[in-house]
């Protein structure tokens, strides 16, 4: 059986689902940052997909590569934390 991760928990589902490869997926090679730990890529896609939608709207499509970047790379409690810091105004970085 294959496994499916919907939001923060997998599931088992079918092989020939369109969706599991996409869900699958993880962050594709970034020559920014090669070779080093990955928490910087995780804070830059994260600000960049924030910029991206501030600038573009949320409909722009190409935003949504930032963001599947920071999801495969972030924990969940990082992104929770920065959600709660934007929402406050209180968030680190100009957005």
């Not at 969706?19 to 070779?35: G, I, V």
């Not at 590569?65 to 495969?72: E, I, L, R, V």
Request: aromatic content about 18%; some cysteine; proline content about 5%.
């Amino acid at each position: 059986s294959f496994i499916r991760f919907s939001g923060k928990y997998p599931e088992h589902t079918h092989k020939n689902d369109p969706k599991a490869e996409e869900l699958l997926s993880t962050a594709k090679f970034d020559a920014r940052f090669q070779m080093c730990n990955q928490d910087k890529a995780c804070w830059q896609n994260y600000v960049d997909y924030f910029r991206c939608i501030k600038k573009k709207g949320e409909d722009y499509e190409p935003c949504n590569w930032f963001k599947k970047q920071y999801q495969a790379l972030c924990p969940g409690f990082w992104t929770e934390r920065w959600d709660e810091q934007r929402e406050a105004g209180a968030f680190p970085a100009k957005i």
